[in-house]
C-alpha cells in the first residue's frame, strides 16, 4: 500500500486519534491503522472509523447533558 500524501510505504500498526468537539477532547490510543513509514500519516480501516464515530455520537450526547446542568 503506498501513502496519498507522500508515496512513502504503508504498513500495519496502531496510531492515536484525537478530536476536539463541542468543548471537550478526545484521544483513543492504540486504533489499528495503516501508518505511512515516511510521513506518519494514518490510515484508518472502516470498521475502526464506524467504531470511532459510534464513540463520539455518545460522547457528544454526555457532553450535551454535561454543558446544560452548568446552564
Not at 500500500?1 to 500495519?12: I, N, S, T
Amino acid at each position: 500500500m503506498e501513502c496519498h500524501y507522500c508515496k512513502g510505504k504503508m504498513v500495519a500498526g496502531k496510531t492515536a486519534y484525537s478530536v476536539n468537539r463541542k468543548g471537550y477532547h478526545l484521544v483513543i490510543d492504540e486504533v489499528p491503522a495503516f501508518v505511512c513509514t515516511q510521513c506518519g500519516e494514518p490510515y484508518f480501516e472502516e470498521k475502526s472509523i464506524q467504531l470511532i464515530q459510534e464513540l463520539i455520537s455518545q460522547v457528544d450526547e454526555r457532553a450535551e447533558k454535561i454543558q446544560a446542568v452548568g446552564a
